[in-house]
């Protein structure tokens, strides 16, 4: 079946310009989770929602990250006032219900590079 | 502080030369943890889930195993193709998933 999928899958953006980056889950999937990857390093958490709720945004670099999933499916991450220290890979991933069932695994989509000039 | 350490960096095998990763963690409150493969310019793609202590699980050259403070992949025999980074995540109750920043895995023909 289909998997994650991002877009776009690269973004260039000039400082200062704002940037909408979207993720469609995998369908059914009810958690939804997006990561940050600079070069060489592992994913972090950003954010996580459970269907249409934010339940936790400690991960969010600054106010100016702001994460929304309105009808509980598609979720877009967006950011206000690009800084070149945004400049990244940003992963979503999806997980059948992070809170039930006995396996939690997130399955991930491409990823969208963000390069901020 | 939660802390996912993973060792070494790099590694570099001959084809059929067997080895192993590393992945050492300090969290509170495991519920898993879980290991990815990631190829260049590609999301993380899932292989494992361990959840207690003693378990072990396989998949082709690879196998994942658990203690109370780290988990292994072990790579038997491996190919070529097997060349990716590997990355070790662990999820704790609150949901909090941290990862740690991976083994860049080449494997010579």
């Known amino acids: 079946g289909a998997g994650v999928s991002q877009s776009p899958r690269y973004k260039v953006a000039k400082r200062g310009q704002d940037v909408a980056l979207r993720c469609d889950p995998i369908s059914g999937h009810v958690s939804l989770f997006w990561y940050q990857q600079a070069l060489g390093q592992g994913p972090e958490f950003l954010t996580y929602?459970?269907?249409?709720?934010?339940?936790?945004k400690s991960g969010l670099p600054s106010d100016r990250f702001f994460a929304e999933r309105p009808e509980g499916s598609v979720s877009t991450l967006k950011i206000q006032r690009t800084q070149q220290e945004d400049s990244a890979v940003y992963l979503c991933?999806?997980?059948?219900?992070?809170?039930?069932?006995?396996?939690?695994?997130?399955?991930f989509g491409p990823g969208t590079r963000l390069t901020v000039t | 502080e939660d802390q996912v350490t993973q060792s070494p960096e790099a590694l570099r095998l001959q084809e059929g030369e067997s080895s192993s990763l590393n992945c050492s963690y300090t969290v509170s409150g495991l519920r898993g943890l879980f290991w990815y493969r990631q190829d260049p310019g590609k999301g993380p793609e899932f292989l494992f889930t361990?959840?207690?202590a003693g378990e072990e699980k396989e998949k082709e050259r690879l196998k994942a195993t658990l203690t109370k403070k780290e988990s292994f992949l072990h790579i038997t025999a491996p190919k070529p193709e097997d060349s990716a980074t590997y990355l070790c995540a662990v999820l704790k109750w609150d949901n909090d998933m941290r990862f740690g920043a991976g083994t860049r895995l080449t494997v010579k023909p």
């Open positions: 991933a999806s997980s059948l219900d992070i809170d039930r069932g006995s396996s939690y695994e997130q399955y």
């Open positions: 929602f459970q269907n249409e709720a934010q339940l936790d």
């Open positions: 361990l959840y207690s």
